[in-house]
C-alpha cells in the first residue's frame, strides 16, 4: 500500500514530556490516517494533519449509524523502542464488526500498515510518563449521502492516536461497584451485539446514568432473558472461584469478544484455570454469597483488568464480593498483562510488534 505523507512543517522535533498527569482518551497527536472505499477498493491512503473530517449532512452514518471502531495500544519498553500489543486481533475484529454492519472488510495487512505508519510518524508524541500508553482508534464509518435506509456505498477509515495516562488515576485502584439489574439490556440476540459498533455504546449511556444513582460505576448486563450474565459495562465480566478458576462468560452474538479476555484465555498460568461458561444469574448471586466465587472483575483495553468488589440490586441489597478487595489472583492477572505489554515478561510469539522506524 502506497501512503501519502502530507505532513506539517511544525512535526514536533522533541519527545513528548506531559507537565502533568495525563487523562485517558483525551489528548491527540499532530496526525492521523485517512483512507477511502470508492464503491470497490480502498484508495488515497494518507497520513494528514489531524482535523475535522467533512461529511454530508445526508451521510449514512449520521442518520443510521454505520460506524464500527476499534481500540488498542503501544507501549515503550526499556530498550526505547515502542511495540504495538495485538494489533492484528484488533484488525481482525473490526473486519467481524464490518461484516456485521454491512461495510467493507479492510485486509489486516493494511490496517497494521497504516497503524504502524502514524504510530512511526508520531513517536515522539508517545507520553514519558509512569503509566502512559499510546493509544490508538481505527475507526470506519459510511459516507454516502443518502436518506434511503441501507448501507452506504463509500467509506472512511481512520486512525487517531491519543497519548493516555493510566485508566485509573492511582493506577490500579479500587474495586469498583456494578448494579445488577432487567431494566436495561445491552444487546439483543441476532443484533449487533457481537460488533464494536458505536451504537452499542450510545445506548449504554442512559443505564450508567441510572446506574450511578445507586453510587454504582456501571451495569453488569444479564442477557435478554435475564437468565445468564452477560457484559460488565463496557468490558467482559469474569470472576474467580475458590478453586482458583477464573470463568468469563461464553462468547455469543450478545457479547462483544474481548481481546483482552482472548489473551488471558490463551495464557497458561501455574495453579489457574483460565475458561468460559455460560453463568446463570441466581447461581452466581448464590456463589458469591457462600464465598464458592472470591472474586470478579471485567477484562477490556483501556483498563485492561478492573476489579470489582461489590454488586447492588435495585432493592438496594448489596452483596461483596469475598472481602471487597483486589484479590490475589486479579492482582496476578493485571500483573502479568502489563508485565507483558511493558516488556517485562516475556510474551507469547506474535503479541507484541515492533514499530519500525522509517520516518
Same mark, same amino acid.
Given at each position: 500500500?502506497?501512503?501519502?505523507?502530507?505532513?506539517?512543517?511544525?512535526?514536533?522535533?522533541?519527545?513528548?514530556v506531559p507537565t502533568e498527569q495525563l487523562?485517558?482518551?483525551?489528548?491527540?497527536?499532530?496526525?492521523?490516517?485517512?483512507?477511502?472505499?470508492?464503491?470497490?477498493?480502498?484508495?488515497?491512503?494518507?497520513?494528514?494533519?489531524?482535523?475535522?473530517?467533512?461529511?454530508?449532512?445526508?451521510?449514512?452514518?449520521?442518520?443510521?449509524?454505520?460506524?464500527?471502531?476499534?481500540?488498542?495500544?503501544?507501549?515503550?519498553?526499556?530498550?526505547?523502542?515502542?511495540?504495538?500489543?495485538?494489533?492484528?486481533?484488533?484488525?481482525?475484529?473490526?473486519?467481524?464488526?464490518?461484516?456485521?454492519?454491512?461495510?467493507?472488510?479492510?485486509?489486516?495487512?493494511?490496517?497494521?500498515?497504516?497503524?504502524?505508519?502514524?504510530?512511526?510518524?508520531?513517536?515522539?508524541?508517545?507520553?514519558?510518563?509512569?503509566?502512559?500508553?499510546?493509544?490508538?482508534?481505527?475507526?470506519?464509518?459510511?459516507?454516502?449521502?443518502?436518506?434511503?435506509?441501507?448501507?452506504?456505498?463509500?467509506?472512511?477509515?481512520?486512525?487517531?492516536? #491519543?497519548?493516555?495516562?493510566?485508566?485509573?488515576?492511582?493506577?490500579?485502584?479500587?474495586?469498583?461497584?456494578?448494579? *445488577?439489574?432487567?431494566?436495561?439490556?445491552?444487546?439483543?440476540?441476532?443484533?449487533?451485539?457481537?460488533?464494536?459498533?458505536?451504537?452499542?455504546?450510545?445506548?449504554?449511556?442512559? #443505564?450508567?446514568?441510572?446506574?450511578?444513582?445507586?453510587?454504582?460505576?456501571?451495569?453488569?448486563?444479564?442477557?435478554?432473558?435475564?437468565?445468564?450474565?452477560?457484559?460488565?459495562?463496557?468490558?467482559?465480566?469474569?470472576?474467580?472461584?475458590?478453586?482458583?478458576?477464573?470463568?468469563?462468560?461464553?462468547?455469543?452474538?450478545?457479547?462483544?469478544?474481548?481481546?483482552?479476555?482472548?489473551?488471558?484465555?490463551?495464557?497458561?498460568?501455574?495453579?489457574?484455570?483460565?475458561?468460559?461458561?455460560? *453463568?446463570?444469574?441466581?447461581?452466581?448471586?448464590?456463589? *458469591?454469597?457462600?464465598?464458592?466465587?472470591?472474586?470478579?472483575?471485567?477484562?477490556?483495553?483501556?483498563?485492561?483488568?478492573s476489579p470489582v468488589g461489590s454488586y447492588?440490586?435495585?432493592?438496594?441489597?448489596?452483596?461483596?464480593?469475598?472481602?471487597?478487595? *483486589?484479590?490475589?489472583?486479579?492482582?496476578?492477572?493485571?500483573?502479568?498483562?502489563?508485565?507483558?505489554?511493558?516488556?517485562?515478561?516475556?510474551?507469547?510469539?506474535?503479541?507484541?510488534?515492533?514499530?519500525?522506524?522509517?520516518?
Open positions: 500500500m502506497h501512503i501519502d505523507y502530507t505532513l506539517k512543517s511544525d512535526r514536533r522535533t522533541e519527545q513528548f487523562i485517558f482518551g483525551k489528548t491527540r497527536t499532530d496526525h492521523m490516517f485517512l483512507m477511502d472505499y470508492d464503491g470497490e477498493q480502498w484508495t488515497n491512503a494518507r497520513v494528514v494533519p489531524y482535523g475535522d473530517i467533512a461529511v454530508a449532512p445526508g451521510a449514512v452514518v449520521l442518520h443510521y449509524g454505520q460506524e464500527i471502531f476499534e481500540g488498542c495500544k503501544s507501549f515503550k519498553h526499556e530498550d526505547g523502542e515502542i511495540y504495538g500489543f495485538r494489533w492484528d486481533e484488533n484488525a481482525k475484529r473490526l473486519n467481524e464488526s464490518a461484516k456485521i454492519m454491512i461495510m467493507p472488510e479492510i485486509d489486516v495487512e493494511i490496517q497494521l500498515e497504516a497503524m504502524h505508519a502514524l504510530m512511526d510518524v508520531e513517536r515522539l508524541w508517545f507520553p514519558e510518563q509512569d503509566g502512559a500508553s499510546m493509544y490508538l482508534r481505527p475507526f470506519m464509518f459510511g459516507t454516502s449521502d443518502s436518506l434511503g435506509v441501507k448501507p452506504s456505498k463509500t467509506y472512511t477509515y481512520c486512525v487517531f492516536l #491519543s497519548p493516555s495516562g493510566p485508566y485509573y488515576k492511582a493506577g490500579f485502584s479500587d474495586p469498583i461497584k456494578l448494579l *445488577i439489574t432487567s431494566r436495561f439490556h445491552r444487546a439483543a440476540p441476532g443484533g449487533s451485539g457481537a460488533a464494536k459498533a458505536g451504537g452499542n455504546y450510545g445506548c449504554s449511556m442512559r #443505564s450508567i446514568q441510572f446506574a450511578q444513582k445507586f453510587d454504582a460505576s456501571q451495569v453488569l448486563y444479564l442477557d435478554a432473558t435475564n437468565q445468564f450474565i452477560e457484559e460488565a459495562g463496557a468490558m467482559n465480566h469474569y470472576h474467580v472461584t475458590k478453586d482458583n478458576e477464573v470463568i468469563i462468560p461464553h462468547f455469543t452474538d450478545t457479547i462483544l469478544k474481548s481481546i483482552t479476555s482472548c489473551s488471558m484465555l490463551e495464557l497458561e498460568l501455574e495453579g489457574l484455570t483460565i475458561r468460559q461458561e455460560f *453463568i446463570g444469574f441466581q447461581k452466581f448471586m448464590a456463589d *458469591i454469597q457462600s464465598g464458592h466465587i472470591t472474586e470478579c472483575g471485567g477484562f477490556g483495553t483501556a483498563a485492561g483488568v447492588i440490586l435495585e432493592n438496594e441489597t448489596t452483596y461483596t464480593v469475598g472481602e471487597g478487595k *483486589i484479590g490475589p489472583v486479579t492482582q496476578r492477572l493485571y500483573d502479568t498483562l502489563t508485565g507483558i505489554q511493558k516488556g517485562s515478561i516475556k510474551a507469547p510469539d506474535g503479541w507484541l510488534q515492533k514499530v519500525e522506524r522509517k520516518h
